[in-house]
């Protein structure tokens, strides 16, 4: 047996130009040996694969084999505790690694797919956004677009909002009816928190209080889907990643509303106005005949109300979902209640209502009312006074003191003599 080092000698031998007989007697091999080696060259050096060493497992193969043949939804736990109990000492993995080799594979079971008959049926469901608004550049913003799906047509109501809050729920459901004209028999909820609070063995699913006031309203019925079952709402899942990629994608927005007016655009155009793959079916087209047996909307409004407490800024401003709402100057700087409907905004200070808002959509957004203030807007405000006159421009050469009502004055005068007698 020649080894490496002494082949290399060789050939290099041999290329010094030793003769076969030489290089035979300096190695101390056969000269055919020698001959043969220079004649092949160096070659790497081939080794046998290793016997395999005998598996532990070897003697309960066939009991294996046998076990999964009859049963082969027996899990891998459940065999490896049969074959310890027959003496096997290695371990899980040793049985599982076999039973991959052994099992016989899953026949993937047919899809069954479940079809609404018309008006029974809506989804409702978020997706997540993220978005750079040109009005704030270099600020990344997470929107989350509301979808209500009709299960039979497809017809499709949705609308970006910055929350998921419970207010912003109500109001885009509210919203959804409206612009279908009807409302269906029951609708399918996610386990959102906004919608299902939980499950209790005596009771089943538990709703929302508010969630629930709204469906009596409109004569629905609530439903949460399943957990664990991703494919329960793919009505309303599945045209989300048609929104991303047929409308989001590549597009640029200045704010919120204007996302939402060029998805209203798209809706109205393109994503309604499509041939569905599923039903073969123009959306809007289809959606006129379920439209028919959609339930009546109520002849009233929802006017649930979310109660909160929130304490006066020193501007004068209380906060709600993220944005600032005006109280009346005269409004004193304490807690005041706050009631929130679908569409509007109530203070109250001491049970008295003092002032109303419509909801402002989005967040970080300011509304003053008019006659909240006593003073004009500075020039330089860039927030709106609603109902009021925009401030006029300086003009060249003006003073910069703002003219003001005499009646201003002799307020001011009365709280300082009142404040100078306290003393």
């Not at 994503?271 to 339930?295: D, K, P, Q, S, Y």
Request: charged content about 25%.
């Amino acid at each position: 047996m020649v080894t490496l080092g002494e082949l290399v000698m060789i050939l290099d031998l041999a290329r010094q130009g030793l003769t076969v007989s030489a290089i035979a007697r300096r190695t101390g091999h056969d000269r055919k040996t020698i001959r043969n080696y220079i004649a092949r060259g160096l070659e790497p050096p081939a080794y046998k694969p290793r016997e395999p060493a005998p598996s532990p497992l070897a003697p309960f193969e066939a009991f294996l084999r046998e076990r999964v043949g009859r049963f082969p939804d027996l899990t891998g736990r459940r065999l490896w505790r049969e074959v310890r109990d027959l003496g096997f000492a290695g371990g899980y993995s040793t049985v599982t690694d076999f039973l991959r080799m052994v099992r016989p594979p899953a026949e993937p079971a047919f899809e069954r797919r479940f079809e609404t008959p018309p008006g029974r049926q809506a989804q409702v469901d978020f997706a997540h956004f993220k978005v750079r608004f040109e009005d704030e550049p270099g600020a990344e913003r997470i929107v989350w677009l509301f979808s209500l799906v009709l299960g039979h047509s497809r017809m499709m109501w949705a609308r970006f909002v910055a929350q998921q809050d419970l207010a912003t729920v109500l109001r885009c459901h509210v919203a959804a009816f409206d612009a279908l004209g009807g409302v269906p028999e029951q609708i399918l909820y996610d386990r959102m928190r906004t919608a299902v609070l939980g499950e209790v063995d005596e009771r089943g699913i538990v709703y929302n209080d508010k969630l629930l006031a709204l469906a009596d309203h409109y004569g629905y019925l609530p439903k949460a889907c399943r957990p664990y079952r991703a494919k329960t709402k793919g009505k309303v899942e599945r045209p989300f990643r048609y929104v991303r990629e047929d409308f989001f994608l590549a597009r640029s927005f200045r704010n919120l509303d204007d996302l939402n007016a060029q998805f209203t655009q798209w809706l109205d155009q393109i994503a309604n106005r499509r041939l569905h793959g599923t039903t073969g079916r123009i959306v809007i087209e289809h959606f006129a005949e379920e439209r028919l047996v959609l339930r009546p909307l109520p002849a009233g409004p929802f006017n649930a109300v979310l109660r909160l407490e929130r304490r006066i800024s020193h501007e004068g401003m209380i906060s709600v979902g993220g944005n600032l709402y005006s109280v009346p100057d005269g409004t004193r700087r304490r807690p005041v209640e706050v009631q929130v409907t679908a569409a509007e905004v109530h203070i109250l200070e001491d049970g008295r209502l003092v002032a109303v808002h419509p909801v402002l959509e989005g967040r970080g957004r300011r509304r003053i009312a008019e006659g909240h203030r006593s003073l004009p807007p500075p020039h330089n405000s860039t927030t709106p006074r609603h109902g009021a006159a925009a401030p006029p421009a300086p003009t060249a050469g003006a003073t910069g003191v703002t003219p003001r009502s005499l009646a201003i004055y002799e307020a001011v005068g009365r709280r300082l003599a009142t404040g100078e007698t306290a003393r």
